[in-house]
């Protein structure tokens, strides 16, 4: 029921925090990963430590921003192993800016990598996954998908679209076998929350709202991401899941 041999995934944002975790676990599962993002070196390591318990992967350095060549790296994902079962869309900017510094350009990019590029680079794979009347779509939401944190006006708001566009991915394609869902993690020591763990107090404040008494490890993310990537999952779609600890709980 959780076993993804012979199916084939692409994650963005894999060379650091959720999506490289999210590789490891569905390599660990049986699939083939194609790990997208931009920085070589840690994708190359993000490589070698599938290789290393005998998983199949390899990576790819592009830049997702440029919409106009999103078709272009659909294609190159593909011709890794073939045609892409599971998409796990990872990838994402939070600038964290006071509200009177909002500058166009933060806003016309996190809302472009955060929400635009997780549809657009969808879109590229349905034709395919209609084809075999399957396929997995995972987004990345976040807390801030449901509510609002200081400093980070327009990140929630391409979270909130995460949420809204899940739902409506899942409307749109779970008729042809394709199921959408999404994960809303809580805290996780990632690039993006190096701030808030940075700040001792702040990270303990944090770790006392959830219902477990703590804030997540990377790990944690397993179980879900292959869950909602195997045929486990096959009668749930549409839904944002929130990995918080059961801080949206309290």
Not at 8 to 16: E, Q, R
Not at 52 to 77: H, M, N, P, T, W
Not at 96 to 107: N, Q, Y
């Amino acid at each position: 029921m959780f076993d993804l041999n012979g199916k084939v995934a692409l994650v963005t944002g894999a060379s650091s925090g959720i999506g490289r975790q999210q590789s490891l676990a569905l390599a660990q599962a049986g699939a083939a990963v194609v790990l997208l993002g931009r920085r070589k070196e840690q994708l190359a390591s993000a490589v070698a430590d599938i290789e290393a318990f005998g998983g199949k992967a390899v990576s790819l350095s592009v830049d997702l921003s440029d919409r106009e060549q999103l078709a272009k790296i659909a294609k190159l994902a593909v011709d890794q192993f073939g045609s892409i079962d599971i998409l796990i869309n990872a990838a994402g900017v939070n600038f964290r800016e006071p509200v009177d510094e909002i500058s166009l350009d933060s806003w016309d990019k996190t809302l472009n990598l955060n929400l635009a590029v997780p549809f657009f680079l969808a879109r590229e794979f349905i034709a395919g996954m209609k084809s075999r009347s399957w396929g997995r779509i995972i987004n990345i939401a976040s807390l801030q998908s449901s509510r609002a944190f200081a400093n980070g006006l327009p990140y929630g708001a391409s979270k909130g679209g995460i949420a809204q566009l899940t739902r409506a991915m899942a409307e749109a394609w779970s008729v042809s076998g394709i199921n959408c869902n999404a994960i809303a993690p809580g805290f996780f020591p990632t690039g993006l929350t190096a701030p808030v763990y940075q700040n001792p107090e702040m990270l303990d404040n944090f770790a006392r709202q959830t219902a477990i008494g703590r804030n997540g490890e990377l790990e944690d993310l397993d179980g879900v991401t292959v869950f909602l990537a195997s045929p486990a999952s096959n009668y749930l779609t549409g839904q944002v899941i929130h990995l918080d600890g059961g801080f949206t709980a309290k």
